[in-house]
């Protein structure tokens, strides 16, 4: 049973209607007495409330009773109803417990999505967590999710690590949009593609989109599409990344970068599911998953006004935190040699391993650029040395050279030591380091913008996330 929960009796009829045709059963009711009774009598399975709602009899209001009613029944999900100027009422309504919220006038199958996600994520999470053994090793428990989920790639056994796998094995057979933090290089797209393979989306597209790379003035044309004379230089058709992800999943990596003029446009596609093409006036519907991901810290950047509140709490009803390697120092030896053996075969060294004191060795270091720097070091050490069996001596070399004082980016390599284009490479993974990954910082430094950064990084193969 749902509960409708509106002074409205339009409102209230409509809601009902749909409900029902939707196979779902519900009651509605018009006053706060009326909410708190039924909640307290027997709690319903979901509530719809407006966030607008009227007490007179109370002199409290929609925040007030939601409140009350997430206080008789905590776990209960309450889904908000606003118009798109109140978002910042519902905004404070999650904050007080609310699942989710949509805005007036809703559309219907968007609504009904709502409530099918709500419903499914509240299911899984209420749920007892994924059966592993009782008893028995880091390794065995990595077997038996191993079994469950599809998991390529991800590779470790620490309990931090594991407990993200079987977060990810819980929300990712909802449409609920995930928001995954981590320090650069700690693996963040890998975990997105296991949400997106371990969806009923897996068959459908997985889009990924590096929103650091996006300028405001390019973010419709790039993420809606345009057609030809939309604008000026609009000489072919381009069709959006949010088309291409239609029916399936979209990463929306280092949203963290995205500027506040496209953050509001962004908003208001991922709260009522429709677009336009730029020079097309008709409006799109979008039927996808959406995940972002960042570095950065977004609660601190919404407290200094630089990300938007309501997109902050429309894009993480669910957050995964990723352990930066150095909180799971036991996994450093398996990456260490999973990456080995990639190198084998790429190399031709069919005989190429690590010292057990080599391997001791990498596992003190504090590794700041985390996987990404360990893997970066590993294919140095093989390159380099020229031995089959590879000892600490091997990779201390090459870590000082990615721990040392990183120079400021305008600090040169002797003249004629370096190609133009060698060079170019050098003073981009100086910067990098010196900036811990940050690209924003890395572009300004070297006066590139953050589109003709990726371009350099993409031309040098220089890893980046």
Not at 180 to 208: C, M, W, Y
Not at 412 to 426: F, K, N, Q, S, V
Request: charged fraction near 25%; charge should be neutral; glycine fraction near 8%.
């Amino acid at each position: 049973m749902f509960l409708i929960v509106d002074d409205d009796l339009a409102v209230r009829t409509s809601l009902k209607l749909l409900l029902k045709q939707a196979g779902y059963e519900a009651q509605a009711v018009a006053t706060a007495a009326e909410t708190l009774a039924v909640v307290r009598e027997t709690p319903p399975r979901l509530v719809l409330m407006d966030m607008n709602f009227s007490l007179a009899t109370t002199g409290a209001d929609g925040l007030a009773l939601l409140r009350e009613v997430k206080l008789l029944a905590p776990d209960m999900p309450v889904i908000l109803i606003t118009g798109w100027g109140s978002i910042g009422l519902a905004v404070e309504g999650m904050k007080a417990g609310a699942a989710e919220f949509v805005t007036k006038p809703w559309d219907n199958e968007a609504l009904l999505q709502t409530i099918r996600t709500v419903l499914a994520l509240n299911t899984s999470l209420t749920a007892s967590e994924t059966e592993l053994p009782a008893t028995g090793s880091a390794a065995a428990s990595r077997r038996q999710l191993d079994k469950q989920y599809r998991l390529a790639g991800i590779i470790g056994h620490d309990p931090q690590l594991l407990h993200v796998l079987r977060h990810v094995g819980q929300v990712a057979p909802t449409d609920a949009s995930v928001l995954i933090e981590g320090e650069s290089g700690t693996g963040k797209e890998l975990i997105a593609e296991a949400i997106h393979h371990n969806s009923h989306r897996r068959q459908q597209p997985f889009v990924k989109v590096n929103l650091g790379g996006i300028s405001a003035s390019l973010f419709e044309s790039e993420m809606f599409g345009h057609r030809r004379g939309a604008f000026t230089d609009a000489k072919t058709d381009r069709v959006g990344r949010f088309e291409l992800a239609n029916g399936g999943t979209i990463f929306l990596d280092e949203i963290g970068e995205l500027e506040l003029a496209s953050q509001v446009k962004l908003l208001r596609v991922l709260q009522d599911r429709t677009y336009e093409v730029l020079g097309d006036s008709k409006p799109r519907r979008l039927d996808i998953r959406v995940i972002a991901a960042t570095n950065r810290n977004l609660a601190e950047m919404v407290a200094q006004g630089q990300f938007r509140e309501d997109l902050f709490y429309r894009i993480n009803l669910i957050t995964v935190r990723l352990p930066a390697l150095r909180e799971r120092p036991a996994d450093v030896p398996l990456l260490t040699q999973h990456f080995v053996d990639q190198l084998r075969a790429t190399y031709h060294r069919p005989a190429l391993r690590v010292s057990t004191r080599a391997l001791h060795w990498l596992r003190e270091q504090p590794l700041p650029g985390n996987i990404r720097e360990l893997k970066n070091l590993v294919e140095r050490a093989v390159l380099v040395s020229g031995k089959e069996e590879l000892g600490p001596e091997d990779f201390q070399a090459n870590a000082q050279q990615l721990t040392a004082r990183a120079p400021a980016p305008g600090e040169l390599p002797a003249p004629g030591t370096m190609t133009l284009d060698e060079l170019e490479a050098h003073m981009i993974r100086q910067a990098l380091t010196h900036y811990d990954g940050n690209i924003s910082r890395v572009a300004k430094a070297l006066g590139l913008s953050r589109g003709a950064l990726y371009r350099r990084l993409e031309k040098h193969a220089i890893p980046f996330e």
